[in-house]
């Protein structure tokens, strides 16, 4: 397992998010529906954001990235909890469209950890491999999704939201929640046994 080191170089890439990247490092990433967060709760947020990285270049200390997480990733996860959106993968068949190319490249492009399929977004906790760019691994899964899906329903158009959220794990302790936080997601936003899909690795099983 290999954890966030300050002291490595650090790729930065910045779409509408930053996003930070060590070879081999451990990820937790969030990923929705294009649909799941209504436009003028997100525009509101975008312009607070936006003000917040203008006085926050990068690269951030581990002080400031956990106050970027604090002020708008935590309230993003709020909202698709609510539900927003058609939330497609509530139907099992659309969700194990998700199942099956998350799992298709795990153990060579990457060691899946624990994952949650939630009704309009996704949560993933994976080691990625030293040869592969995490937004490559981003790609490949929308794509192989979207492409399933709009054939299963009939539709054309934007899928997936662009962007992605993720966080490169810092320690065990880091670990260990995001474990946690995977594992209680669905009952935090009050979901029946058939609206999700969970998986653990043992790794995963052993975090009480």
């Known amino acids: 397992m290999k954890f966030f080191n300050p002291f490595e170089d650090i790729r930065v890439?910045?779409?509408n998010l930053p996003h930070w990247q060590q070879p081999?490092?451990?990820?937790?990433?969030?990923?929705?529906?294009?649909?799941?967060?209504?436009?003028?709760?997100?525009?509101?947020?975008?312009?607070a954001r936006d003000r917040w990285l203008h006085l926050h270049p990068l690269p951030w200390s581990p002080v400031v990235e956990t106050e970027y997480h604090r002020l708008f990733s935590a309230r993003i996860d709020q909202w698709l909890d609510d539900g927003h959106?058609?939330?497609?993968?509530?139907?099992?068949?659309?969700?194990?469209?998700?199942?099956?190319?998350?799992?298709?490249?795990?153990?060579?492009?990457?060691?899946?950890?624990?994952y949650v399929i939630m009704p309009n977004h996704v949560?993933?906790?994976?080691?990625?491999?030293?040869?592969?760019?995490?937004?490559?691994?981003?790609?490949?899964?929308?794509?192989?999704?979207?492409?399933?899906?709009h054939e299963k329903l009939g539709l054309q158009g934007q899928f997936w939201q662009h962007d992605y959220f993720d966080r490169l794990i810092r320690d065990g302790d880091h670990l260990r929640n995001v474990v946690r936080y995977i594992r209680r997601n669905p009952a935090k936003a009050h979901l029946t046994p058939d609206e999700f899909a969970l998986w653990e690795s043992e790794l995963a099983k052993s975090v009480q």
């Open 85 to 114: 959106g058609s939330c497609v993968l509530r139907q099992p068949d659309l969700r194990e469209a998700v199942v099956e190319s998350l799992t298709y490249f795990d153990q060579q492009r990457y060691e899946l950890l624990s």
């Open 24 to 47: 081999g490092a451990a990820y937790f990433i969030t990923f929705r529906l294009a649909d799941s967060l209504p436009t003028d709760m997100l525009h509101d947020l975008e312009q």
């Open 123 to 149: 949560h993933a906790l994976m080691m990625l491999h030293p040869d592969w760019l995490l937004e490559k691994v981003l790609f490949t899964w929308k794509r192989r999704t979207a492409g399933v899906i």
């Open 13 to 15: 890439t910045r779409n």
